[in-house]
């Protein structure tokens, strides 16, 4: 079992940043893709990114290409989406994943998910 936690979160004024964090723990992630996903109510879960634990290799969403960047810290177990030129559209939840091997961009295809956290953007 893997248990991951999000924060990072919150208010932010459009064309600004914000950083959120996935915090891992319960398995050792070497062999795991953790991913980020995004869902607007009523919508299915959207790919964002998601990142290889072993390489550091990140794949993006084509919403989000050029935007926001996807990383990990070993030593704290954690993946971090960074968040940069937001936009309106981006105001959803965000959600942090994680499955073993392949890196896949289908929601229902990743195993293990954080509880969410919102993303508020003010115009």
């Known amino acids: 079992q893997v248990q991951l936690v999000e924060s990072g979160g919150g208010l932010v004024q459009a064309g600004g940043s914000l950083s959120l964090s996935c915090a891992a723990s319960?398995?050792?992630?070497?062999?795991?893709?953790m991913g980020w996903f995004r869902q607007a109510p009523g919508n299915e879960r959207e790919f964002v990114g998601a990142i290889y634990w072993s390489t550091g290799r990140a794949y993006y969403g084509d919403a989000v290409k050029g935007r926001f960047t996807i990383s990990r810290e070993n030593a704290k177990n954690t993946v971090y989406l960074q968040m940069n030129s937001l936009k309106r559209e981006d105001a959803v939840v965000y959600y942090c994943?994680?499955?073993?091997?392949?890196?896949?961009?289908?929601?229902?295809?990743?195993?293990?998910w954080g509880q969410g956290t919102q993303v508020t953007v003010s115009s």
């Open positions: 994943a994680a499955r073993r091997i392949a890196l896949y961009y289908r929601s229902t295809d990743y195993d293990y």
């Open positions: 319960g398995r050792s992630l070497g062999t795991y893709v």
